[in-house]
């Protein structure tokens, strides 16, 4: 069956700091693979999407980034965090769009 | 351009009374349409999902959702709500393999 891991469970990480949160799926091939950020009675905001290895189409120029090293492996990163960055991520994926998504369980990242 | 609108940001309900959430809307096409829950701290989890035939579909944990074409909605129902049903709960609409949009939630409460 397929899963979704998603880590680290919650983060707090200093203004200007890196950051690395990491998204894997089992269990399937050429997912394609997405990043949203929650922010309280905002709903979900994609920020990125891939739909291979190598391929990212971005949703909100910021100064985060995202990158597809391996097929089922999706990395969110930032250089220097800003406070705005605070909120939940969450990966997810997908095999056909008519099917729906599966969510990982998301990250909470206090920007501090 | 393509939105989700859920017109109702916190409802409340008794338990055991029924409940329906509303969700609209706007694509040029006959999109994909799901409902996702999500629990405090946690992941989304899929309901229920349309992409075609009977356009009233059944879902996880006793809802159910109907599709409407002329009013461009797709409605989350359950005729009798338990306590464990408070949570957000998101619409979400795609078409083809375009990235899911969601609704910003509505958050319903149980009482007793």
């Known amino acids: 069956s397929q899963t979704i891991h998603q880590w680290p469970a919650t983060l707090v990480q200093p203004v200007g700091s890196p950051l690395s949160l990491e998204c894997t799926v089992e269990?399937?091939?050429?997912?394609?693979l997405y990043w949203y950020r929650q922010a309280a009675g905002r709903g979900l905001q994609l920020l990125f999407y891939s739909v291979g290895i190598g391929q990212i189409s971005s949703e909100v120029p910021q100064n985060l980034s995202a990158s597809r090293p391996q097929d089922r492996q999706f990395i969110l990163s930032s250089k220097k965090l800003l406070l705005s960055d605070s909120g939940f991520y969450l990966c997810a994926w997908s095999v056909e769009g008519r099917y729906g998504y599966t969510f990982g369980s998301g990250t909470r990242l206090t920007v501090v | 351009a393509q939105s989700v609108t859920q017109p109702d940001i916190h409802i409340t309900v008794s338990e055991g009374a029924s409940l329906e959430l509303r969700c609209n809307y706007s694509y040029g096409a006959t999109p994909y349409l799901f409902w996702y829950v999500q629990s405090p701290g946690q992941g989304l989890q899929l309901l229920l999902k349309y992409f075609s035939g009977d356009t009233l579909v059944q879902g996880i944990k006793g809802f159910e959702a109907e599709f409407k074409r002329s009013q461009s909605s797709f409605n989350l129902r359950k005729p009798s709500v338990h306590w464990s049903d408070a949570a957000e709960y998101f619409c979400?609409?795609?078409?083809?393999?375009?990235?899911?949009?969601f609704g910003k939630g509505t958050r319903l409460s149980v009482i007793a």
């Open positions: 979400a609409v795609g078409v083809g393999n375009t990235p899911l949009v």
């Open positions: 269990g399937t091939s050429n997912p394609n």
